[in-house]
Structure formats: C-alpha cells, structure tokens
C-alpha cells in the first residue's frame, strides 16, 4: 500500500481540525497555510470528507471546517476511502489453478490485506492526534504543530 498525497493532505488537514475542539470552522487558507498544502486541492479534499460526513462546513464569513463528530470516531481508514485511496496492498489478482504457488500467495496476500484493513480502522485521528504531540515533545519547543 503507498499513501499518496490526497490522503497524506487529507490526514493532515483533519489533524489541524483536530488542534482546534472549539467547534469553531477552520478556514482552507488558514489550514493550507498551517500545513504548507495548496489551497485549491485542499478544498477539493475537504468536499470529498464532508460528502462522506467527516467534516461539516459552515458558510460565511466566519465559515470554514470542522470536524463532524470527535476525533477518537474518527478513523484512518474512514479517511482515506472518502478521498478514494486504495487500501489493498497490491491490486486483485486471481490466481491461476494450475499453479499450487499461486494459491499460496493468493491465500497471504488477502490475510495481509485483511489485516491491514482492521488496522486502518482500529486507528482514530485521536490517536494520530495523541502520536504527532508526543513526536513534538521528543523534539522539543522550536518545533511547530505541522503535521
């Protein structure tokens, strides 16, 4: 599985959203310029999270993002299939009956997919949230919250 930059950007934006439990909406220049990601493709991720009921936006002038529901029902796999990443390892392949080899990697290749599935589902942006701050307190205080 490779992460690709929709879902590193996505990870990163709710990751800012989740800095911020006040409940006020965050802006997309406000979060593109905290995170060094372009706004334009941002905004385009962030409608793909809100259709899938991840954030909810408020229009206006104080408008912006937030988060629909508490970052520990929040989940890692959740994310990334809103903005359409691929969780299988490797792409489906069928095996062919006539090689005993193939049923074999055919047999480990869905375990493996499998449990990385659960392990993308069992990871909440509460607990990524909880991981980057403990990564900034090993760092010390010259470093700033981006994600």
Do not use: C
């Amino acid at each position: 599985m490779k992460l690709t930059t929709r879902g590193h950007y996505s990870v990163k934006a709710l990751l800012d959203l989740t800095l911020h439990p006040s409940r006020h909406p965050i802006s997309v220049h406000t979060i593109a310029t905290r995170q060094g990601l372009p706004p334009p493709y941002l905004e385009k991720l962030l409608i793909e999270l809100r259709r899938a009921g991840i954030v909810e936006s408020v229009r206006g002038p104080q408008g912006g993002y937030r988060l629909a529901k508490p970052a520990d029902q929040i989940f890692l796999g959740q994310i990334l299939a809103a903005v359409g990443e691929q969780v299988d390892p490797l792409p489906r392949h069928s095996p062919q009956a006539d090689q005993a080899e193939d049923w074999v990697t055919f047999a480990v290749w869905n375990r493996l997919s499998q449990k990385l599935k659960e392990a993308l589902y069992s990871i909440s942006l509460e607990d990524l949230y909880f991981d980057a701050r403990s990564w900034q307190a090993a760092q010390g205080d010259d470093v700033s919250f981006m994600v």
